[in-house]
DNA sequence: ATCCTATATTTGTACATACAAATGTTGTTT
DNA sequence: AAACAACATTTGTATGTACAAATATAGGAT
């Protein structure tokens, strides 16, 4: 639905402020669909993105940092979000041996395994949502919101 | 930022993803930046938003149903978030009597004060992200992001 | 009028997140 | 080497949010 009809929004918004809200809205909107989605697995978006973070490593241990840097939704406390993965057993947590600073995290078979289970739902509810978009217009979406944090 | 490059996604993922991807992580850091634009009026974007919706109710009482409807970030608890703007004394809210129900939830002078004051601040904030957008290309993110969710 | 269902909001409780201070480690300066 | 600043993570605490159950009111159906 549009927008400004959505919300009931006053009819003379100015385009630019209509194109913020949406962002907003339409963000908020995809985030409650893919945890509806993850709802069943007892998993969060954000614990799932990690998870995701984690595979892309390949095997490659990642520090808080790399992980943080790589979120969708930047947070203060990952340390806590990676406790909640280490007692479901998904992720395994240690000293780094080469900086004893950072540490080692890691994702175990049983986390691999839960997120490709996971993934093929949550691709599901993705292909769903961007059928009506054709390649030019997904396009187009990429280029107008880089644009625009720039 | 490419979206690709900010997050150190892998190069071959489709398009598809990187929009929602992209979708996802540009409002999260839309509101961050208007979350710290409000910082020093220790408001945060919800309550922000709320104000707002009742300045548009221009007198006339919301009902929380109303407020929830229109609000950018659904939420699940929606009374504890007009509690804080009571403390605050920017709403005032009483049963509604036609419909005992509801509760009649209206701004006061004093929120009606804070927000506009606020609101020039916001304002500021996303004229600032917006500029290197032209009205046309607003109107074209606009229209994809309102058939994403359609 | 009584009973039943739907609506609107509130409350209890568990969990999630933000922020700042604390801890432990490393690199740099003197 | 000692002192200090910078870095990486953790912990304490306050606040925010989600979910389900509870409360209260309204609008039918019998």
Redesign the interface.
């Known amino acids: 639905?549009?927008?400004g009809k959505q919300?009931?929004?006053?009819k003379q918004i100015p385009?630019?402020?209509?194109?913020?809200?949406?962002?907003?809205?339409?963000?908020?909107?995809?985030?409650?669909e893919v945890a509806s989605a993850l709802k069943p697995f007892d998993i969060s978006p954000q614990q799932f993105n990690v998870l995701r973070i984690l595979r892309?490593m390949k095997g490659e241990p990642a520090s808080l940092q790399v992980i943080q840097?790589?979120?969708?939704?930047?947070m203060s406390n990952t340390t806590r979000l990676v406790d909640k993965l280490l007692t479901k057993d998904f992720v395994t947590r240690k000293q780094c041996e080469s900086n004893r600073r950072k540490v080692d995290i890691c994702i175990t078979k049983s986390g691999l395994d839960a997120i490709d289970e996971i993934s093929k739902v949550v691709d599901r509810v993705?292909?769903n949502?961007?059928e009506?978009?054709q390649?030019n217009?997904?396009?187009?979406?990429?280029k107008?919101?880089?644009?625009?944090?720039?």
């Open positions: 639905m549009i927008i919300l009931k929004i006053s385009e630019y402020k209509k194109a913020l809200l949406n962002v907003l809205y339409t963000g908020n909107w995809l985030n409650d892309g840097d790589r979120m969708i939704s930047k993705e292909t949502i961007t009506n978009l390649e217009e997904l396009l187009t979406l990429n107008l919101l880089n644009k625009l944090r720039e």
